[in-house]
């Protein structure tokens, strides 16, 4: 392995069920035991109801790269960054890391909407294994980061999305992990808040963390990445330069 590789993805693929088994029981189960007309009937059932989001996807990722993921809505792009980030287990392949993760996913998933955003600080800053001694050294940079000071004492119900976004950001953030993955989270709040997410998570690719970033922004892409993966149904179409953005904008006025 080159001990330059932080992430090193091996013919991941991802699996999903859409079905529900109607009407499926202990009974039936019995009955499909026994009865193999029963039995194939059932897994073809299944079969149809299959749908691979990711298919023997493969690449590697070197300390430092700050790689770009672009394909339409659905192409599997969320679904990889999951995989990658240790909340989803392929269905096939494996993925190998090395260094700390923090996974800007689906910010505010972590947070209890009947606390307030002080408490949410806390909570979401435990999960992340940050210590309260240290969450309480860097309590008002999270907050003078996030804007949301007349807001401390607010239970996150009552916020915006926007609001919860920004204080998942300010509380992810505050340390520069080795691998950060994120998810079109530089779109969230006023633009004033998307140009100071954007100028942090400069500032951490210039300090040298590993980054893996999907966008519908092109031209966030392509400012950002030096690499970009396009994916769509599920496998890789190209991996290369800002180049790649290129080919994926033909390919998308061609389907227009």
Known sequence: MDKDIMIKVKDVSMRFNLGIDKGFSLKQGFVNLFDPKMRKKHKEEKKKNEFWALKDVDFSVKKGEVVGFIGSNGAGKSTLLKVVAGVMKPTKGKVESYGTICPMIELGAGFDMDLTARENIYLNGAVMGYSKNFLDEKFNEIVEFSELKDFLDV?????SSGMIARLAFSVATIVEPEILIVDEILSVGDLAFQA??????????TGGTTVLYVSHSIESIKKLCDKV????????????????CDKYIEYVNKEA
């Open 229 to 244: 993966i396009w994916i769509e149904h599920g496998e890789i179409q190209a991996i290369g330069g800002k180049e790649v």
């Open 196 to 205: 100071k997410s954007e100028a942090k998570m400069l500032n951490m690719i």
């Open 155 to 159: 239970p996150v119900k009552n916020f």
